[in-house]
């Protein structure tokens, strides 16, 4: 039988993944890896070499993945984040509506230049009910209007304010893409007031069932003059509402009040007229109250800022091409791994200092073995082994050279695992991209959005 998971379920264990993620009993990392190329793939009759091809939510993809990791690091923040819809003059936003599907698009709220969040609560339409572009950019400041409240602006659209970014969060989490929905730390403002207590008089002022807009469904025909609108249901609050006609037809309804307490509302037309026009009401729920609930968001940002070497813990002069969240890995004896980066990999011990490069591979001249070379240094090649490869144990003892070069050295030791266990803890998220290179002056932004 047809059935829907609601959109408060998504949310709800978005939040508790979130809870998770921020506090102390369990530990969430972000790991890169994957310094081989993807394979050759065609794309829309292309060739195309070292293709990000998606990953597949299976055993095998995980697995490649972990032969492959490098580095891990502690996640640094987490926070419930949209999809980014910057305002710009001439063009149309649809409005907040009670029938739209979760995160079903970006259209309905806009962030402005001073990094202000705005809910479109009704789109601007001119007299004979055509919807217009967007000329005015919403800016309580700029336009010296009651933050707490919906405004109407000239162009006809109405917008509520629902949260300012601060600082932290424009530095950690906002991107191209994403935009974060919180609020954290005082910040002075335009009006120098704090962010934290913008959010919090909006809240505050927060009103429950306001019937927000009038959806006009059919015109209806024949009226000689604008109808009576009156507005009932259970509100304890009145709200009010007027008809605009083109001709004779009712081609917008504009509210005039709110209200307040509703649950459910119709309207009554007063009018004569050859065919009644056909109305509905949209009533939110508690717009400002909670902005996850009114932008609709079950995406939570996961974010790490690896700086060079970060202590020694990751690899510069190299690249990677997959990312992914690990929960809760393991030393090598099985104990909670709880430090902020560690490195992954293998690790060769020559009786020199190596001659190898990243990149590359080695073989076993004596065993066949075969990997690929992560990071080289000293008398140490860091390295690992997956599919392409095959998993062959190198030979202690044995010559090692890489691979169409001729370059060779012995190996004194193997060690298999550093100090963590590459096959602990559980793969949430596996994301492949193109080649990232690292160097030592880097710092990488990874950022990792999960939608639940």
């Known amino acids: 039988m047809p059935a829907v998971v609601r959109q408060s379920l998504n949310k709800n264990l978005a939040k508790q993944f979130l809870a998770d993620v921020l506090g102390t009993e369990k530990e969430y990392y972000i790991g890169i890896g994957k310094s081989d190329v993807f394979p050759t793939a065609v794309v829309e009759g292309e060739t195309v070499v070292d293709y990000p091809y998606p990953p597949v939510d ?3 993809e995980e697995t490649e993945f972990r032969h492959g990791l490098q580095s891990i690091k502690k996640v640094e923040g987490a926070i419930f984040v949209v999809k980014r819809s910057n ?5 149309v936003y649809d409005e907040w509506s009670d029938t739209r599907d979760a995160e079903s698009d970006n259209s309905f709220y806009v962030m402005n230049d001073a990094k202000e969040i705005y809910v479109c609560l009704e789109t601007g339409r001119d007299a004979q009910g055509n919807v217009v572009v967007s000329t005015v950019k919403p800016s309580y400041c700029e336009l010296d209007v009651d933050y707490t409240v919906p405004f109407r602006t000239s162009d006809g659209y109405v917008w509520k304010f629902l949260f300012k970014l601060t600082p932290q969060q424009i530095y950690q989490f906002l991107s191209s893409n994403h935009v974060p929905v919180s609020l954290t730390g005082p910040v002075s403002n335009c009006d120098n007031s704090a962010v934290e207590d913008l959010q919090l008089n909006v809240i505050n002022s927060a009103v429950q069932g306001e019937v927000i807009r009038c959806e006009v469904v059919d015109g209806g025909s024949g009226y000689t003059s604008a109808p009576t609108v009156t507005v009932v249901g259970d509100g304890d609050g009145t709200a009010t509402a007027v008809a605009t006609l083109d001709g004779d037809r009712v081609v917008k309804v504009t509210m005039t009040d709110y209200g307040s ?4 509302a119709d309207f009554i037309i007063d009018g004569a007229s050859t065919e009644e ?5 949209v009533i939110t729920r508690h717009m400002g109250n909670d902005p996850v609930e009114d932008l609709k968001t079950s995406s939570v940002m996961l974010n790490i800022k690896p700086d060079g070497t970060e202590g020694n813990t990751f690899i510069v002069e190299n690249e990677f091409r997959q990312i992914g969240v690990i929960q809760e890995p ?3 004896d099985g104990t909670p791994y709880t430090e902020v980066s560690g490195k992954v ?3 060769m011990h020559l009786n020199a200092d190596s001659p190898f490069s990243s990149g ?3 073989r076993g001249v004596t065993s066949g073995a ?10 140490y090649v860091l390295y690992h082994q997956n599919a392409s490869t095959g998993f062959i144990p190198f030979e202690v003892g044995e010559v090692i050279e890489q691979v169409g070069t001729g370059l060779q050295q012995t190996l004194l030791a193997l060690t298999e695992e550093q100090e963590i266990d590459r096959y602990s803890g559980d793969v949430l998220y596996i994301e492949n991209r193109h080649r990232i290179r690292r160097d030592a002056e880097q710092q990488e932004d990874i950022k990792v959005v999960i939608t639940i």
């Open 345 to 347: 990999m293998s690790v």
């Open 370 to 379: 075969e990997a690929y070379v992560n990071e080289s240094f000293d008398q």
């Open 261 to 264: 307490g509703y649950t459910r």
């Open 58 to 60: 299976s055993n095998l």
């Open 87 to 91: 305002w710009s003059a001439n063009s």
């Open 360 to 362: 590359n591979v080695v």
């Open 277 to 281: 026009c056909q109305l509905r009401a």
């Open 330 to 332: 393991t030393k090598p």
